[in-house]
């Protein structure tokens, strides 16, 4: 486990080094830097990268923003009102991802993809971590809009030079020239690196990084779980039951809620079961393997690392406002958060619970992976070291407890 901490401070200090320098002599248009007041904590840049994230006519054909996939109400994540549970429907009809949107809640403090050496492992193993996406491939939040705005499944713009026109016709374009000078547009390829810095220092905001939650109040000394919270959170934290700091890591020494981020940034194959809703997954020879598909991973892949080895992962999602963030898994497979829960205590232990039974009378295992990478999903650490008929490691109320406690972790404003 790699905890938050050994990252955070220098992940957000090199993004801001990665960034052109704003202008000294700029005079904001009064009118232009508006502000509500949930608004008013943001800076220029921040209030700036709002007003793109919100544009619905930053689409192609108009209609999509980046907030129809990244809802604030639902933990800035979403699905823009798509007729399929777990995946999004694009700007144009019938365009449909084959991945939930993910979070961007707290993505501000994932370190820039890379291979990193695991300092719990004997050697040191090098293990992928950070990134944007649940495979990586946005190094990190400066990177990340281009994918989505040129997406043909998505945002569906042509080119980042169209996404620049659009900018430049809309209403905040002085924004735009207010914070980065007259000459804002003048290079579409400056102007378009301009225009992610502005949503990346948005989604590095306060707004998007709030640490409200009851548990925060509790870390802070202002708060107490109830007795089946506080049962929750032990679960979590023993190695022989939960285990769940294994992936989601925290810092259990520590009472300030940035150490306690739930995940390590890391890539993991659960063997999640297959979501037949996704129209992709409607040919039976179509799978999403995830980090092992990165775009660009073969250039910066270590020798010691089979790329083989890496079909399947996905990155471990921060916990934090999970229970606002249903369906649930890489895929949308499972709706709700205690089935979620459920799935990793009894995955093995039950699988016919979780996937389709083959005529032999056996569980159809980790059926949305290929057989040549079924090897990949981790069935070692606990609670997922369990065979068909065994005990699980957690019980329906060691279940019902961990639910209770994630629970506290949504933010106030997430409903």
Same mark, same amino acid.
């Given at each position: 486990? #790699?905890?938050?901490?050994?990252?955070?401070?220098?992940?957000?200090?090199?993004?801001?080094?990665?960034?052109?320098?704003?202008?000294? !002599?700029?005079?904001?248009?009064?009118?232009?830097?508006?502000?509500?007041? &949930?608004?008013?904590?943001?800076?220029?840049?921040?209030?700036?990268?709002?007003?793109?994230?919100?544009?619905?006519?930053?689409?192609?054909?108009?209609?999509?923003?980046? $907030?129809? =996939?990244?809802?604030?109400?639902?933990?800035?994540?979403?699905?823009?009102?798509?007729?399929?549970?777990?995946?999004?429907?694009?700007?144009?009809?019938?365009? /449909?991802?084959?991945?939930?949107?993910? #979070?961007?809640?707290?993505?501000?403090?994932?370190?820039?993809?890379?291979? &990193?050496?695991?300092? !719990?492992?004997?050697?040191?193993?090098?293990?992928?971590?950070?990134?944007?996406?649940?495979?990586?491939? *946005?190094?990190?939040?400066?990177?990340?809009?281009?994918?989505?705005? %040129?997406?043909?499944?998505?945002?569906?713009?042509?080119?980042?030079?169209?996404?620049? $026109?659009?900018?430049?016709?809309?209403?905040?374009?002085?924004?735009? +020239? *207010?914070? /980065?000078?007259?000459?804002?547009?003048?290079?579409?390829?400056?102007?378009?690196?301009?225009?992610?810095?502005?949503?990346?220092? &948005?989604?590095?905001?306060?707004?998007? %990084?709030? /640490?409200?939650?009851?548990?925060?109040?509790?870390?802070?000394?202002?708060?107490?779980?109830?007795?089946?919270?506080?049962?929750?959170?032990?679960?979590?934290?023993?190695?022989?039951?939960?285990?769940?700091?294994? =992936?989601?890591?925290?810092?259990?020494?520590?009472?300030?809620?940035?150490?306690?981020?739930?995940?390590?940034?890391?890539?993991?194959?659960?063997?999640?079961?297959?979501?037949?809703?996704?129209?992709?997954?409607?040919?039976?020879?179509?799978?999403?393997?995830?980090?092992?598909?990165?775009?660009?991973?073969? %250039?910066?892949?270590?020798?010691?690392?089979?790329?083989?080895?890496? =079909?399947?992962?996905?990155? +471990?999602? %921060?916990?934090?406002?999970?229970?606002?963030?249903?369906? &649930?898994?890489?895929?949308?497979?499972?709706? +709700?958060?205690? !089935?979620?829960?459920? /799935?990793?205590?009894?995955?093995?232990?039950?699988?016919?619970?979780?996937?389709? #039974?083959?005529?032999?009378? $056996?569980?159809?295992?980790?059926?949305?992976?290929?057989?040549?990478?079924?090897?990949?999903?981790?069935? $070692?650490?606990?609670?997922?070291?369990?065979?068909?008929?065994?005990?699980?490691?957690?019980? !329906?109320?060691?279940?019902?407890?961990?639910?209770?406690?994630?629970? #506290?972790?949504?933010?106030?404003?997430?409903?």
């Amino acid at each position: 486990m #790699t905890a938050r901490g050994a990252f955070a401070p220098a992940i957000l200090f090199g993004v801001l080094l990665s960034l052109p320098a704003l202008p000294q !002599d700029r005079a904001a248009p009064p009118a232009a830097f508006h502000r509500s007041d &949930y608004e008013r904590p943001l800076s220029d840049l921040e209030l700036l990268g709002k007003r793109i994230f919100e544009d619905r006519n930053l689409s192609e054909p108009k209609g999509v923003a980046c $907030e129809s =996939c990244h809802d604030r109400k639902r933990a800035y994540q979403g699905d823009n009102r798509s007729p399929i549970l777990g995946v999004a429907i694009g700007s144009r009809p019938g365009a /449909f991802g084959n991945r939930k949107p993910p #979070t961007i809640m707290y993505s501000a403090y994932s370190p820039p993809f890379g291979f &990193y050496k695991d300092a !719990d492992e004997l050697g040191g193993r090098l293990r992928a971590r950070g990134g944007q996406f649940w495979d990586g491939r *946005a190094v990190d939040l400066v990177a990340q809009p281009s994918v989505p705005l %040129t997406n043909p499944l998505e945002m569906n713009n042509p080119s980042a030079d169209a996404v620049v $026109e659009k900018v430049k016709a809309a209403s905040y374009a002085p924004m735009m +020239t *207010a914070v /980065f000078g007259p000459k804002a547009f003048a290079d579409p390829k400056a102007a378009f690196q301009r225009i992610a810095q502005a949503l990346s220092a &948005y989604e590095t905001s306060g707004l998007l %990084t709030p /640490f409200s939650s009851r548990f925060d109040d509790t870390l802070r000394g202002a708060e107490r779980l109830t007795p089946l919270e506080a049962r929750g959170l032990a679960l979590f934290l023993d190695p022989e039951r939960g285990n769940c700091l294994a =992936c989601h890591a925290v810092k259990p020494e520590s009472k300030d809620p940035a150490d306690w981020l739930f995940t390590d940034f890391g890539y993991v194959a659960l063997g999640v079961p297959r979501n037949p809703a996704i129209p992709a997954n409607a040919d039976p020879q179509s799978f999403d393997l995830g980090l092992c598909r990165r775009p660009g991973l073969d %250039t910066i892949l270590p020798k010691d690392v089979p790329l083989a080895s890496l =079909c399947g992962a996905f990155k +471990t999602p %921060t916990l934090r406002n999970v229970a606002a963030r249903a369906p &649930y898994f890489h895929n949308g497979a499972i709706a +709700t958060l205690r !089935d979620a829960v459920a /799935f990793h205590a009894t995955r093995d232990s039950d699988p016919k619970r979780w996937r389709p #039974t083959l005529k032999s009378g $056996e569980a159809d295992a980790f059926n949305d992976l290929p057989s040549a990478y079924k090897a990949n999903v981790n069935v $070692e650490a606990v609670p997922f070291d369990r065979k068909p008929g065994q005990p699980p490691r957690l019980d !329906d109320d060691d279940i019902d407890a961990l639910v209770a406690f994630l629970n #506290t972790l949504t933010d106030k404003g997430m409903f």
